[in-house]
């Protein structure tokens, strides 16, 4: 059997705010959007007794057995979800790990999709959903992906055809903990998002927003604060924004052009650090 192939995009945070925190986790809403950068997961149905599960790629190393895909079929077979089928699978690793960039829960989004798109699994809205709580908050995003607005109240209002930008994404040499960060969060933001509108995708409206997890990982890492500063000095961007929890900065752009003279000038700069011209889907 031929391996098939999914593209599986990362996705980014316009805006981000804290509104609260319930039990152990933080309340958040949130403008999201998808990028064409993208993980290749290749799959197929294999005899054997276990799942074989492997990564490849430039971001691959440090990916530890317990990971987002592991933790996605160890539920699907307690669940008896795939009725004793097996699978391996196959990840290039494009997208950054520790990023804010969602690549992981991706994965396993995308996966599960598949699992549902190929009717291997049969199982209702609601059950899927809380399969995918079980992995990682953010992983349901990855069930459609569409720019979205999450409400404080977890609602996920999703639109095709709003604005697209090009966006230069860079990332320095370390990784941020999703759950350091957040740990360091005092204030709540107010609620802002609860009536979601395709308008909140515009330029006018992101350039009013901000991520309140930003200055968390700028008073932590002054690496971060630097590269800030200097991605704010390109007059034709529109905004500079941390997506998620950090640490990839995204700096957004009406023109290609534009994008691709900051990435120049960034790669000049410094050198050892990632970036990509990328594009919102």
């Known amino acids: 059997m031929i ?27 949130s403008i999201v959007a998808f ?31 317990n990971n987002t895909v592991s933790k996605l079929f160890k539920i699907l077979d307690k669940k008896k979800l795939l009725k004793n089928k097996k699978f391996q699978i196959k990840i290039i690793k494009e997208i950054p790990i520790k990023a804010g960039l969602g690549g992981g829960s991706m994965n396993a989004a995308n996966i599960l999709r598949y699992f549902i798109k190929k ?15 079980l992995i990682g908050s953010d ?13 404080s109240k977890n609602k996920i209002k999703r639109y095709k055809n709003v604005k697209k ?23 709540f933001n107010k609620p802002i998002l609860n009536s979601p509108s395709r308008s909140m995708f515009g330029q006018n409206f992101l350039i009013k927003m901000s991520n ?30 941390m997506t998620g929890s950090g640490s990839a900065l995204v700096a957004y752009f009406q023109s290609k052009k534009g994008c691709d003279n900051a990435k120049k000038l960034f790669s000049k700069k410094y050198k050892k650090y990632w970036c990509i011209v990328s594009k919102t889907i």
């Open 3 to 29: 391996f098939d192939k999914i593209k599986s995009h990362a996705k980014i945070n316009l805006a981000l705010n804290v509104t609260g925190k319930k039990s152990s986790l933080h309340k958040i809403e």
């Open 35 to 65: 990028i064409d950068l993208h993980d290749v997961i290749y799959i197929k149905r294999i005899k054997s007794r276990t799942h074989h599960i492997s990564f490849g790629g430039k971001f691959s190393k440090n990916i530890g057995k």
């Open 139 to 151: 992983v349901i995003l990855g069930l459609e992906q569409k720019s979205c607005v999450i409400t």
């Open 212 to 241: 309140s997890l930003e200055p968390i990982a700028l008073l932590r890492y002054p690496k971060l604060k630097t590269l800030k500063l200097f991605l704010d000095r390109f007059s034709d961007s529109i905004v500079v924004r």
């Open 119 to 133: 009717k291997i699994i049969f199982s209702k809205k609601k059950k899927i959903e809380k399969i995918v709580s």
């Open 165 to 187: 930008f090009y966006t230069l994404i860079v990332k320095p040499d370390f990784g941020c903990s999703t759950k350091e960060i957040y740990s360091q969060v005092k204030r």
